[in-house]
């Protein structure tokens, strides 16, 4: 991974951090009534002894950890995947206009492989799957509308992976087998001289021991219905997905230490001096040792040339105020224009 890479993951933690800090329920006062969740805790007022303060806190702490859930789904790992990959998020839809085509025979095709792995008929086979569904004219309707959450492509190959939550709902994987085939089947017939590989992505392995480990076979036992409609090399689990999309070992271990080295309780107490421009000239060493600590590599070189930039800027108002500017905005958007901005100028 380079640090270019664990910069933008270390902007990403950053951001979800602070987001979550200011969502982050202090008191009761914000979640006074839910009537129906405290009357149907009130059965578990003995298990929930001495283990939440209040009912109401307890409701407004599981709102969070919800929050907290979709953020890390739906921002932070897909964002994640792209740094890793270079890839993108990416819609086939007739909304943006990009919608693909197949035709009428593959449609039926697919309807029957589905059909046949639903009654057992046939098992998983991605390579069959495949050949089967190959077809060199006739794309006369339009494929039904899909976005892939991971898309990069090279001259060689297209490969699409679809993030999924580590327990997914019941039935899900009968219709993520539909969309995959019909996916698969129409970016082939658009892109006749490439593979096209469609994955499932599961970011951990939650049966696994170790934070890093997993047990593909244990796993496909874990959610309902899945060895039904997936082969083993249609899906990666925990420490592979990620190795896979940085095409390093180790990846998954690098991502959690970022993590881990940024999420601690120091974290306000970091972000309010790092924001503080007097400290790098005040506190340059310690102002160094935070920001390599939190991978925010793109600024050490500005901070060792701080005081010639600050000379620069007697006579350049812009340089003026570029350099008083914080590294984050009220947002913790990470200001990369300045950081871009005072390199052009050292």
Known sequence: MTNNQKELI????????????????????????????????????????????????????????????????????????????????????????????????????????????????????????????????????????????????????????????????????????????????ALKNYYPEKEIHYLLGFPFDPLSDSSTGFDKQRYMNYSVAFRKYFAENEFLLSTELWDFLSGEKNTMENILEIINNIATTEFLSILQFIQDNNNIINEKYQYINYLKKWCLFSNIDIVNNFEFLKNKSLNDKKLQKVLNQTLFDNETKYRLDRIQFLHSKL
């Not at 979550?20 to 006062?29: G, H, M, S």
């Not at 405290?38 to 407004?60: C, D, R």
Request: net charge negative.
């Open 10 to 185: 270390a902007i990403e933690v950053i951001r979800t951090l602070y987001n979550q800090f200011e969502k982050f329920p202090e008191d009761e006062t914000n979640n006074r009534n839910a009537p129906f969740h405290e009357a149907f805790l009130n059965a578990f007022s003995e298990k929930l002894e001495n283990k939440v303060t209040s009912i109401p806190i307890f409701i407004s702490l599981a709102s969070w950890m919800h929050g907290l859930n979709t953020s890390l789904g739906q921002s932070f790992l897909e964002k994640t995947a792209h740094i890793l990959c270079n890839g993108e998020k990416k819609e086939f839809t007739t909304k943006k206009g990009s919608n693909l085509k197949i035709s009428q025979n593959q449609k039926k095709i697919i309807n029957g492989i589905i059909t046949d792995l639903t009654n057992g008929n046939r098992i998983p086979n991605i390579l069959l799957e495949n050949s089967e569904c190959v077809e060199s004219t006739n794309f006369e309707i339009d494929a039904t509308d899909f976005t892939v959450d991971v898309y990069f492509q090279d001259n060689n190959q297209i490969v699409c992976i679809e993030l999924k939550t580590v327990k997914p709902n019941k039935g899900v994987f009968k219709v993520e087998k539909e969309k995959v085939l019909e996916a698969k089947s």
